[in-house]
C-alpha cells in the first residue's frame, strides 16, 4: 500500500528505546538468522516490512561527540561513539585497533600488513599506477576498519569498502567514525550495488571470501565492476599457501586447489597475472577483448543486455562482455584522464552518447549550475568546506557535479543514484573518479546510525513523492546523521513545505531560504541541523 504524504500537522517523534542505539533496519541480526547461511544470504540486505518499521529516532550513546577532523579521525576514534572493545581483544595480535583511555587507537596495521598500510600500498604501487592519477576509484572487499581505504587517500585514491554486519561487532562502523567511506555489504548471492566498470581496483586482504568456489562467481562479479585495464589484488590465503599452511591451520590439498580454482577462473576472464609476492597476488584485466580472442567461447557470456541493473538481482556465473572498441589499442568503454583532471573532463559514458538525454553540453552547464548552488548554499552555511563536513551523502546525486563542486582532501561524498532516477548516471559518476551507490529511498540504507556529517538531498522528495511516506525518508536521515550535523534539501516549494512540516516534530533547527536567483524561482532550500541529544536522557521512550 503506498503511503500518502499528506501528514497530520506537527506530529512529535518520540526517541526509540535506548537499545536501538545502533540499529540497522535491514541488517538485523535477529532478522539475519531467518535466512539461509549459504552464500552469506544471511548477511545480504532483508529490510523490515511495513509493520515492523520503527517510526522514532534512533538516539545517540550516552557520552557521544563529534568527531576528530581528519586526519587526526584516521587513528583516533572517541570510545563513546563505538563503545565496543571485542576487536581490541580479538585482533590485538594483528595491531587493528587498540583503546587507550577515552579513544581507540588505529595503529594502521591490518592482519596482512603488519608492518603498517603504508608499507603494504608501497609494495602494490610497484606494480599498479598508483602514483600518477590513473588509479584512482578503488573496491575493497571484506575491509575489516578499513585501514587501506584510510591510507589511500593521501595518496589521491578513494576506496569504496565494504563489510558485513558480523561477529566483528562494528567494523563498517570503525570505518565511518575514522572518516573513510564504508557501507554494510557482502559479496552474497546479489549483485554488488556499483554499475559495470567503475573501479580501477580491486582488493581482498584476508577477506575470507572464497574466491575459488561458486564456479568462479565472485571473481566474475569483480570483473564487471573492474574498468578494463583495472587491477585486482589479493592478499592472504591461499596466496603461497606452501609457506603458510601450518599458521594458517588449513590443509595443503584444500589451498591448493582454492588456488588453482583462482588461476583458472583468472585466466578464463582474460585477466594478466602481474606478480606474485610472498601473500599478495595481482593481477590486470586486459583493456579490450582483442586480447581475449578465445574467451566468449570458453565462458558462458552474461545475456543482460544491461550489466548495469543491478539491484536485487542474483549474481550469475557469467562473464559481462567488454563494449566494443573501434581499434586493438582502445581502451573498452573510453580512456579517462588522471585524476584530478578526470573530475571535470568530459566522461567517456557522456562523449559516446550511450546515456541517452545526456550530452556534453548538459554535462558542462551542470557542473556551472553547481559550482553556483555550492556558492550560495557557502553563504547560508559558511563552514559547509571548512573540513568540519568529512562524511557527505548526495542522495539524489544526479551527474556527480555537487560532489565536484566540493571535491577536496578534507572530505569524500557518497553519491547515490536512487533505483528510480529517470536516468541512471552512476558510471558517469565513477568516471569523474567519484564514487557512489544505487540505492531505494523507500529502505533503509546500508549503513549505521551517526555516519554522516552533511546530508544533501536535491529533488529528492519530489522523486519520491508517489513511492513511499516522506516520514520514512527523514526518519531514515535522521539515523544516518551525527548529532549536529547537517542536512540541505533542495526541492520544489510545495514538497520544502510538507518536508518542513514533519521535520518540526523530529528535534531538527531549520532555516527556510529561497533559490539564489530570489523569490520567484519556485525550487527552494531548507537548512537543517540536527539537534544534540543522546540515550536515557528523560527521553520519554517508545520502541516504534
Known amino acids: 500500500m503506498k503511503k500518502t504524504n499528506d501528514s497530520p500537522e506537527n506530529k512529535v517523534f518520540q526517541p526509540c528505546d535506548d537499545r536501538f542505539v545502533d540499529y540497522t533496519p535491514c541488517h538485523d541480526q535477529m532478522r539475519a538468522m531467518t535466512f539461509p547461511r549459504e552464500n552469506m544470504n544471511y548477511r545480504e540486505r532483508h529490510c523490515p516490512p ?50 587507550e583511555g577515552d579513544v581507540f587507537r588505529f595503529p594502521g596495521g591490518g592482519t596482512q600488513f603488519p608492518h603498517g598500510a603504508d608499507a603494504y600500498i608501497d609494495q602494490l604501487a610497484s606494480v599498479i ?92 562479479e569483480v570483473d564487471r565492476v573492474l574498468r578494463p585495464g583495472g587491477y585486482w589484488v589479493l592478499s592472504g590465503p591461499p596466496i603461497n599457501w606452501r609457506a603458510n599452511y601450518k599458521s594458517w591451520q588449513r590443509p595443503k590439498d584444500e589451498l591448493e586447489e582454492e588456488q588453482r580454482n583462482i588461476e583458472e577462473t583468472a585466466k578464463l576472464l582474460c585477466w594478466e597475472k602481474k606478480y606474485e609476492k610472498g601473500e599478495t597476488a595481482i593481477w590486470r584485466k586486459r583493456v579490450n577483448k582483442s586480447y581475449c580472442q578465445e574467451r566468449d567461447s570458453r565462458v558462458t557470456m552474461c545475456k543482460s543486455t544491461n550489466p548495469d541493473d543491478v539491484w536485487y538481482k542474483e549474481m550469475e556465473a557469467c562473464v559481462t562482455p567488454y563494449p566494443e572498441t ?20 568530459v566522461p567517456p559514458r557522456v562523449s559516446s552518447g550511450s546515456v541517452p538525454g545526456t550530452t556534453v553540453e548538459l554535462f558542462q552547464e551542470d557542473n556551472k549550475l553547481w559550482q553556483k548552488h555550492l556558492n550560495a548554499y557557502k553563504r547560508v552555511n559558511k563552514i559547509i568546506d571548512s573540513g568540519r563536513y568529512r562524511n557527505i551523502m548526495d542522495m539524489n546525486a544526479g551527474l556527480g557535479s555537487f560532489a565536484a563542486a566540493i571535491e577536496s582532501s578534507k572530505s569524500w561524498v557518497m553519491n547515490v543514484m536512487p533505483t528510480i532516477a529517470k536516468k541512471d548516471t552512476l558510471g558517469v559518476i565513477f568516471e569523474r573518479g567519484l564514487i557512489g551507490i544505487y540505492h531505494d529511498w523507500c529502505e533503509a540504507f546500508s549503513t549505521y546510525p551517526r555516519t554522516y556529517d552533511l546530508i544533501h538531498a536535491n529533488g529528492l522528495f519530489s ?35 510538507k518536508v518542513k512540516s514533519i521535520v518540526s516534530g523530529m528535534r531538527w533547527s531549520t532555516k527556510m531560504v529561497d533559490h539564489e536567483d ?16 543522546v540515550a536515557g536522557e528523560n527521553n520519554s521512550t517508545s520502541s516504534r
Open 326 to 345: 573501434d581499434n586493438a589499442d582502445d581502451v573498452s568503454g573510453g580512456e579517462l584522464k588522471p585524476f584530478p583532471e578526470r573530475l571535470n573532463d
Open 463 to 497: 522523486l519520491y513523492k508517489d513511492k513511499c511516506s516522506y516520514e520514512d525518508i527523514l526518519i531514515e536521515m535522521d539515523r544516518i546523521l551525527r548529532p549536529e550535523g547537517t542536512v540541505i534539501i533542495r526541492d520544489s516549494e510545495k514538497e520544502i513545505m
Open 50 to 99: 511495513e509493520n515492523e518499521k520503527l517510526h522514532c529516532l534512533i538516539p545517540a550513546p550516552k557520552g557521544y561527540v563529534t568527531p576528530f577532523p581528519w586526519p587526526k579521525s584516521r587513528d583516533y576514534v572517541p570510545f563513546a561513539n563505538a563503545p565496543y572493545k571485542s576487536l581490541t581483544v580479538e585482533k590485538a595480535i594483528q595491531n587493528w585497533i587498540q583503546y
Open 129 to 220: 599506477p598508483i602514483k600518477n592519477g590513473m588509479v584512482r576509484t578503488a573496491l575493497d572487499t571484506g575491509c575489516g576498519v578499513a585501514s587501506w581505504g584510510a591510507y589511500l587517500f593521501k595518496r589521491n585514491v578513494i576506496a569504496m569498502s565494504f563489510a558485513p554486519r558480523d561477529s566483528h561487532e562494528a567494523q563498517v562502523q570503525f570505518a565511518l567514525e575514522r572518516g573513510v567511506p564504508a557501507i554494510i555489504g557482502v559479496l552474497g548471492t546479489i549483485k554488488l550495488p556499483y554499475p559495470s566498470r567503475s573501479f580501477d581496483m580491486a582488493h581482498c586482504s584476508r577477506c575470507l571470501i572464497p574466491w575459488g568456489g561458486n564456479s568462479g562467481k565472485y571473481m566474475m
Open 518 to 533: 530570489g523569490p520567484l524561482v519556485p525550487e527552494k532550500i531548507l537548512f537543517a541541523v540536527k539537534q544534540y541529544w
